[in-house]
């Protein structure tokens, strides 16, 4: 059985990606499957190491980013896509997996194209509340799609689009408060701010917090995730800005996290500030309240709409490009952290946006595809449970929420599991897959 993985290479959609390739590799080895061959195709990996530890077998397959604006990088990137068609029409012809698991983005392009040509199942993943162009369009011929956002069922066919969540690592799903303070070097009982910029970091987030840091050491430790192209320049410029300060020492620039230490980040944490992108998922998986920063419209409308969304649902505010300033970053922060009520709301709220088994039930799915396209050789349990399975259907309803159409919840089995979920969430539980 061969599972083949592709999608853009930041970090947001890259971890979703070994989310799922790790939940696949547990459920075969529980499940006493055939061990899955896991292959991951696109331009870069983002992290070498998570493939390796997992399993996965990387070839390298070029693709453009074709802009929605005039620039000459549109015909130089128009031919490295075409090379990459040509490239993944070669590697998915020798390879031939059984199924593609895409995270969408311009690098999945040509590898989804390919797997289309050769009539290979695809399964799309959406993390945003608004699809992309590559996943709107692959949308069309793909067998299976798998949204983060209830809103996002608006675009994609009903009776093959179900409401999942976005994958979270195992590594960092749950936080680790025991011992945080310690490992960190914060002092025991001031409140603390985790600010995430991102795997490529956020200089517009950077600045702002360098613009606050004389306010906010005074109450409030800082860790700040810089990325790792900022942070020389943050290093200097806090310096200067905190030489004398005696509270210099309560804020704590760090240029990238490993698990351990996001892990140790999180648990410590009172609130977070962050970008909209596939961290607003961790965010409430870690059941804490935040600050969200979407970019600015001009850049990304998808994070504008993911901000919002999840300002809905009660779990954070939102700040605005054009309305951010230090002022209204340091008001927003004591607003929630001298407010036990907002803040404990907020964080019930955020547990309840989550859905803690995203990456099993997409797991499942890509594995009972893949067996049924592989001929039928397995002939284990889930396979049996999974023959006559489809993705529950999901259509926007008149407030542009996510709703089911025509699935009895007691037909699931994985639905029975969930005895502790209201009947609003048990129907909005996805793919019919059974337990494992």
Sequence with gaps: MKILFTGSGTGGHFYPLIAVAEEINRIAEEEHLVSPKLYFMGPTPYDNAALAENGITFTKVSAGKVRRYASLLNITDMIKTAQGVLKAIWAVFLLFPDVVFSKGGYTSVPVVFASRFFGIPVVVHESDSKPGRANAWAAKFAKRIAISYPSAATYFPAEKTALTGNPVRKAIREPQRT?????????????????????????????????????LVKDYEIIHQTGVAHIDDIEKTSHVILKDNPHAHRYHPFAYLNDLAMKMSAGAADIIVSRAG??????????????ILPLSQDVSHDQFHNAITYAKSGACLVIEDHNLSPHVLIADIRRILENETERNAMKEAALSFTKNDAATVIAKELLAIALKHEGGSEEGTMQKETEESTAQPLTAGESGEAVQTNVSHEDSPILGQHSGMSKKDETERPFSIGPH
């Design 179 to 215: 011992g945080a303070r310690e490992y960190l070097k914060l002092e025991e009982k001031t409140p603390v701010i985790f600010v995430m910029g991102g795997s490529q970091g956020a200089k517009r987030i950077n600045e702002t917090v360098l613009d606050s840091l004389t306010e």
């Design 278 to 291: 596939s961290t607003i998922f961790e965010i409430a998986q870690w059941g804490l309240p935040s600050i």
